[in-house]
């Protein structure tokens, strides 16, 4: 407990690619660098929104070290090293922490479906493994078709290096009864956009945010404002943002993240099939929530 700080503010940053669809780690450099200035304390790489499913294990290690390189000593970088093989995880969060990165993201085991002691074998096994390195559990029950339940996850608290999680079950009771059963030091982050201010009304430190690539700076405004107890603020910045928030999800992430970055003229590239470029109707929606908070 208590290995690291990873901040308010995560970043999970979207994977650019150029038009044949190969990683462009130049851009991924500049997009960091853009991140951090803007108010990201810790960028996650190759996770859901970097879509990590359709990128090779040897793409996401050149992708960590351009991160890091890039960010070095201004952001930390969380590593998405999970996998539903448990030996591959190892393998991966292994690597990342010879590359001295500063943590890593675990998902739950997409498709094979393991039950509650599965999960905590599967993720004990991967903190052994590297016990230096922290480890943030990723809990997306609508991605992966299974979840972390709250025992499991006050058990796995338990291990010295797992120290956080990134809640994305939409369920603010499971965010309480977290808060509840696992140590003060263990920190939970959202992972929706617009639940950020209603579960650190219920003990969350901060958010693993898509919303941030487009409104760093108002979030983590909204953010600090609540950590100050000016709750009104707080409150009014979250009012502000909530269609975005909303609109981001429209369709698969990160589709209409793309689509948005584009529209402002930050090009990240083509999406890797199965994934497809957003539609002219999702720019139309997206540009009308955007117009109304002036980001075009």
């Known amino acids: 407990m208590g290995l690291i700080d990873f901040g308010r503010l995560m970043t999970a940053m979207v994977t650019p690619f150029d038009l044949e669809g190969k990683v462009d780690y130049e851009a991924a450099a ?26 090779s294990w040897d793409e996401e290690y050149e992708l960590f070290k351009v991160v890091q ?3 070095a000593g201004k952001a930390k970088i969380v590593a998405g090293t999970g996998s539903n093989s448990t030996s591959e995880a190892i393998s991966a969060t292994q690597k990342a922490a010879a590359l001295g990165l500063d943590g890593t993201l675990q998902v739950t ?13 599967h993720f004990l096994s991967i903190a052994q493994a590297a ?3 922290p480890i943030i559990l990723y809990n997306i029950p609508g991605r992966t078709g299974c979840k972390l339940e709250p025992a499991t996850i006050a058990q796995l608290a338990q291990v010295p290096n797992i120290v956080a999680i990134k809640e994305a079950t939409g369920d603010l009771d499971q965010a ?9 030091e263990f920190d939970i982050y959202s992972g929706d956009d617009s639940l950020t201010l209603p579960m650190m009304a219920v003990g969350a430190k901060g ?3 898509v919303a941030s690539h487009l409104v760093g700076k108002q979030i983590r405004t909204m953010i600090e404002a609540f950590v100050d107890g000016n709750v009104q603020l707080a409150t009014q910045t979250h009012i502000q943002l909530f269609p975005l928030f909303k609109a981001l999800f ?41 117009d109304e908070l002036g980001l075009i």
């Open 109 to 121: 085991p997409y498709y094979n479906k393991p039950p509650q002691e599965g999960l905590y074998a």
């Open 176 to 184: 309480s009864q977290v808060r509840a059963t696992t140590p003060p």
């Open 131 to 133: 016990p230096e390195m």
């Open 30 to 55: 500049k997009l960091a660098m853009h991140l951090q200035a803007t108010g990201t304390d810790t960028l996650v790489i190759c996770g859901t929104t970097g879509e990590s499913p359709t990128l």
């Open 250 to 290: 429209y369709t698969t992430n990160p589709i209409p993240l793309k689509t948005a970055l584009h529209l402002i003229g930050q090009d990240t590239g083509v999406m890797r099939s199965p994934l497809v470029k957003g539609s002219p109707e999702l720019a139309a929606k997206l540009k009308m929530v955007m």
């Open 207 to 209: 958010v693993i945010s």
């Open 69 to 71: 390189q890039a960010v």
